[in-house]
């Protein structure tokens, strides 16, 4: 069965430094998020994605965070100037196209951030 | 405000028995609703979801999940739990008037003894 794939498993950052979290998503699908979840709370909605711009996007997704989609198979999270609160498990997922927005969200294994 | 609320942090079975994982949603419209299980190192892998239809959705691993609309609840079963299905589960819902995004609960880890 088909993946979306996330790397690196664990990154570790100095705070102020940038991080590029990458993500390719299962081929066929054509919506792209991201997702995080802090040590202990809930999984939470950052952003989506689809033809080439964003088509939503949470409070918490700020001018620090960008995504891009910078071939066909790659889909980057980009934290220009990370702070000890983006400490986080951060998920990428993909969804087919279909009828409206009931197709499930397919998820990677994600990427835990650490940021010293 | 738009919730999901998985009541139990805990659920404790013994294998065989039925298993029940309780979910109670909060958003305005029709929901999309959705469970996910988390295996430990793992993502969120897809279950089940109700989008209309039979309020009795049936899943991956033998689960299923009534959709109540009067109680807004949408309860995960399976009528008998195996200790491979001890995990994370997670209930979701996207609202009806968002394009993508899903909103999660704060999920239930499930525990099945031998």
């Known amino acids: 069965e088909p993946e979306v794939t996330q790397t690196p498993s664990h990154q570790v950052t100095q705070m102020g430094q940038e991080v590029i979290l990458r993500c390719v998503p299962i081929?066929?699908?054509?919506?792209f998020y991201w997702y995080r979840q802090i040590l202990g709370q809930k999984v939470e909605f950052l952003v989506s994605?689809?033809?080439?711009?964003?088509?939503?996007k949470s409070e918490i997704f700020d001018d620090q965070f960008s995504v891009e989609r910078p071939d066909g198979s790659n889909f980057t999270l980009k934290i220009r100037s990370t702070k000890l609160e983006d400490s986080a498990m951060y998920f990428c997922?993909?969804?087919?196209?279909?009828?409206?927005?009931?197709?499930?969200?397919?998820f990677g294994d994600g990427t835990r951030l650490s940021i010293l | 405000a738009q919730s999901v609320a998985q009541p139990e942090d805990q659920v404790n079975v013994a294998e065989g028995n039925p298993l029940t994982v309780k979910c109670t949603y909060s958003?305005?419209?029709?929901?999309?609703l959705f469970w996910y299980v988390q295996y430990p190192n793992r993502g969120l892998q897809f279950l089940l979801k109700?989008?209309?239809?039979?309020?009795l959705v049936k899943g991956s691993y033998g689960f299923e999940a009534e959709f109540n609309k009067s109680q807004t609840s949408f309860h995960l079963k399976k009528p008998s739990a195996l200790v491979s299905d001890s995990a994370l589960y997670f209930c979701?819902?996207?609202?009806?008037?968002?394009?993508?995004?899903?909103?999660f609960g704060s999920g239930t880890r499930l525990s099945i003894r031998p």
């Open positions: 979701a819902v996207r609202p009806y008037s968002s394009a993508s995004k899903i909103i």
């Open positions: 958003v305005s419209g029709n929901p999309y």
């Open positions: 109700y989008i209309t239809g039979d309020n």
């Open positions: 997922a993909s969804s087919a196209p279909g009828v409206g927005s009931n197709q499930p969200q397919h």
């Open positions: 994605f689809y033809n080439n711009e964003i088509s939503e």
């Open positions: 081929s066929n699908h054509l919506y």
